[in-house]
């Protein structure tokens, strides 16, 4: 069983350009979650999607947004790119959209460094 | 809405001692989940535990152990006998049945064993 994947490890930006980052979810699972964790901090929810549609957004501006694709991969794309956007941003997959309480099972993240 | 509170952030124990790491929540449902994960160096957070809030039965998984308590709002997390490889950053973390799955994450609690 493969777990959750996320590309590129490292991204190295400037502010205003825009960044996509990528996250395949683990085999069988078909909701994608993606937080930011800023450095000392605890992960903060950015959004969900399941079966191709956001499902449920954090308190993030619009210039952060999504695609889910039909195998249930995922993509996070960041625009106008901020020096507060430095950040570890993970992926997590779970089985299923429930009402809550389904596992989330993370990737390794990819750190993002806005200069 | 959802919150969650780990008061401690740096924790240093000596090899083989135990060590519990303290988690407080806010929450308006009656029905949520409770996590714990682990976050080595790599950056990847790893799986621990979850509970849902009508099983207050405590339990022992390995080194591993958690006390729940409803009336304390309060999902405490033990490490017996650690080891070296149990130094990570642990993140108690909340998910609400009405909430789509979002977690909300604590500050987290860095642990040191040293050896």
């Known amino acids: 069983e493969t777990g959750v994947t996320q590309s590129p490890t490292h991204l190295i930006k400037t502010r205003g350009q825009q960044v996509t980052l990528r996250c395949s979810s683990q085999?069988?699972?078909?909701?994608v979650s993606w937080y930011q964790q800023a450095l000392g901090q605890g992960p903060q929810f950015i959004f969900q999607y399941y079966r191709e549609e956001e499902n449920g957004r954090g308190n993030f501006p619009p210039r952060f947004s999504g695609l889910q694709f039909p195998n249930y991969s995922s993509e996070l794309n960041v625009n106008a790119l901020e020096l507060d956007d430095s950040a570890l941003y993970l992926c997590?997959?779970?089985?299923?959209?429930?009402?809550?309480?389904?596992?989330?099972?993370f990737g390794p993240g990819t750190r993002l460094l806005v200069l | 809405a959802q919150k969650v509170t780990q008061a401690q952030t740096e924790i240093s124990v000596v090899e083989k001692e135990d060590v519990t790491l303290d988690c407080v929540y806010e929450?308006?449902?009656?029905?949520?989940?409770l996590f714990w994960y682990k976050q080595p160096p790599s950056g990847e957070l790893v799986f621990l535990i979850r509970r849902n809030s009508f099983d207050e039965q405590n339990e022992i998984s390995g080194r591993y152990s958690w006390n729940f308590q409803k009336s304390t709002s309060s999902f405490n997390f033990t490490i017996t006998a650690s080891q070296v490889v149990d130094s990570a950053v642990y993140f108690c973390?909340?998910?609400?049945?009405?909430?789509?799955?979002?977690?909300?994450f604590g500050k987290g609690n860095q642990v040191v064993v040293i050896p």
């Open positions: 085999s069988g699972h078909n909701t």
């Open positions: 973390a909340l998910s609400e049945a009405g909430g789509n799955n979002r977690l909300a």
């Open positions: 929450t308006r449902d009656t029905t949520y989940y």
């Open positions: 997590a997959s779970s089985l299923s959209r429930t009402s809550g309480g389904e596992t989330q099972y």
